[in-house]
């Protein structure tokens, strides 16, 4: 499952969170600015749990700030 690639929402929910900075979201996150801006940038998956306080701050389900392509989720055979 090396290719997944998670994708998120997140700038999008910071825009209508009154225009939220990415280091408002990191310091309410507890993670710097340059893991908030690898996040939206797709370079960088989060951990669980650090996606849950993500979609806590928006009030908003987790699967709403970050979704994959359900063909990335199946094994493939080699």
Do not use: W
Not at 6 to 11: E, F, L, M, P, W
Not at 27 to 32: C, F, N
Not at 51 to 67: C, E, G, K, M, Y
Request: hydrophobic share 40%; aromatic share 6%.
């Amino acid at each position: 499952m090396g290719n997944c690639k998670i994708k998120n929402n997140i700038r999008t929910l910071r825009f209508m969170a009154n225009e939220m900075t990415q280091q408002e979201l990191a310091e309410r996150t507890g993670v710097t600015r340059q893991t908030i801006v690898a996040i939206e940038n797709g370079k960088y998956s989060p951990t669980l749990e650090l996606a849950f306080r993500i979609a806590h701050i928006f009030n908003t389900p987790l699967q709403d700030v970050f979704s994959v392509d359900p063909d990335d989720l199946v094994l493939k055979k080699k």
